[in-house]
C-alpha cells in the first residue's frame, strides 16, 4: 500500500538527548514536511525538502535537524538545544505533479515526550 | 491576530443536525483553501479542498469567500463518525506556506 510511514509512534526522552524521527513514503512524492502540533495551535512548519539533498528552515526550525539523502526518506532530529519539544510531530509529503499539487498528505505521527 | 483563525468549538450537536464552520484568514494573497478533518490522537487528512465557486461532497458543502476572506464547511445530516476535529488550511504561495488553523472540535451525540 502507498502512504507515509513514522516511526516511533511514541518516543520518550530525557533532557539532553538527541532523538530521531523516521518518515518514509512510497508515494513518489517529491517534497516532504515536518510539523509539530501543540494542543489549542495549529501545525507549525519546521522543516520542509522539495528535492532530495536539499532542504529549507520552516518556521520554528530552531533546535531541529533534518537530512534528505533519498526521496523516500526526511528523517528528522530534535537536538537539545529544543527547549520545548514535548508535542506531536506529522511528516507530510505532497508532489508538484499531482493534479491537486499543493495537497499534503500526512503520516500518523510521533508523539515525543521529554521527560 | 493569528493567520487562520477558527472558533475553537466545541460543537456538541445531535445526530440529524446541520452544522456549520467559518475560518477566517488574513493574507489576502492567499491562493489554495482546504479542509482538513483530525481524530484524536491521530494525524489529519484531507477532506475537501475549497474551489472559489464553491464544492459539495456529499453531505459536505464548502465555500470560500475571497472578499470577505472567510472558508466555511457545512455539514448536514450529521452522524456520530462526524465527530472531530476539522481544520482549516490556507495556502499562500506554495507548499511552503501553508498556514492551519487550531481547529474546531465537534462532537456528535446519538
Known amino acids: 500500500d502507498g502512504g507515509i510511514t513514522q516511526s516511533p509512534k511514541y518516543l520518550f526522552r530525557k533532557e539532553g538527548q538527541n532523538v530521531t524521527l523516521s518518515c518514509e513514503q512510497n508515494l513518489n512524492h517529491d517534497a516532504m514536511y515536518w510539523y509539530r502540533q501543540d494542543p489549542g495551535q495549529g501545525l507549525r512548519l519546521i522543516y520542509y525538502s522539495q528535492i532530495v539533498n536539499d532542504f529549507q528552515k520552516g518556521d520554528i526550525a530552531e533546535g531541529y535537524s533534518v537530512s534528505r539523502e533519498k526521496k523516500e526518506s526526511f528523517p528528522l532530529t530534535v537536538t537539545s538545544a529544543q527547549k520545548n519539544p514535548t508535542a506531536f510531530y506529522l511528516c507530510?509529503?505532497?508532489?508538484?505533479?499531482?493534479?491537486?499539487?499543493?495537497?499534503?498528505?500526512f503520516g500518523p505521527g510521533t508523539r515525543l515526550t521529554v521527560l | 491576530r493569528k493567520e487562520v483563525e477558527q472558533d475553537p468549538g466545541p460543537f456538541n450537536v445531535p445526530e440529524g443536525a446541520t452544522v456549520a464552520f467559518n475560518c477566517t484568514y488574513s493574507?489576502?494573497?492567499?491562493?489554495?483553501f482546504f479542509w482538513y478533518r483530525q481524530d484524536c490522537r491521530k494525524e489529519p487528512k484531507l477532506l475537501m479542498s475549497v474551489y472559489s465557486s464553491g464544492n459539495e461532497d456529499g453531505r459536505f458543502t464548502a465555500q470560500l469567500n475571497r472578499a470577505s476572506q472567510y472558508i466555511s464547511l457545512l455539514i448536514r445530516d450529521s452522524k456520530l463518525s462526524d465527530s472531530a476535529t476539522y481544520l482549516c488550511v490556507v495556502n499562500t504561495r506554495n507548499n511552503n506556506d501553508m498556514r492551519f488553523g487550531a481547529g474546531t472540535r465537534l462532537t456528535v451525540k446519538p
Open positions: 493574507n489576502s494573497a492567499s491562493q489554495s
Open positions: 507530510a509529503s505532497s508532489s508538484p505533479n499531482d493534479l491537486n499539487e499543493d495537497t499534503q498528505y
